[in-house]
């Protein structure tokens, strides 16, 4: 295997392309444009109409588990007023994913390939490339 799990996930959290390591899961100049492939290596990015959940869900995760609940907890243990904590939910609610987006596909193409890094073309070996 040319690629390991370790680079695999160096990739993600970098935002790189899995296979070949570039900067290349986005367009050029445009900050939401996910490449359908990865313009270096030919990497499927984008499969298919549902390829968005997954950064979708980790997304998501990150924004509610990790900002939005601890804030409210803050609220509960009464280290927060009402205003604080409806005014820093909603900013996180707002903010957070838009900040996260770029790096939700990083990760989420980190964990696919985690799981599966035989499906990654540089993992192929002699095999019929099969990206599926």
Do not use: H
Not at 94 to 118: E, I, K, Q, T
């Amino acid at each position: 295997m040319k690629i390991t799990r370790a680079r695999i996930v160096e990739n993600g959290i970098l935002c790189r392309c899995p296979n070949c390591g570039q900067r290349t899961l986005f367009e050029r100049g445009r900050l939401f444009k996910v490449n359908a492939s990865c313009p270096n290596c030919g990497l499927r990015i984008e499969r298919g109409d549902g390829e968005f959940l997954g950064p979708f869900v980790l997304n998501y995760g990150v924004t509610a588990f990790g900002i939005i609940i601890p804030v409210i907890l803050l609220y509960a243990a009464g280290r927060l007023g009402a205003a604080a904590t409806l005014s820093i939910a909603l900013a996180a609610g707002l903010v957070a994913p838009l900040l996260l987006y770029r790096l939700s596909w990083g990760w989420w193409l980190a964990l696919y390939y985690f799981f599966l890094p035989n499906n990654l073309p540089g993992n192929l070996e002699g095999r019929p490339e099969d990206d599926t």
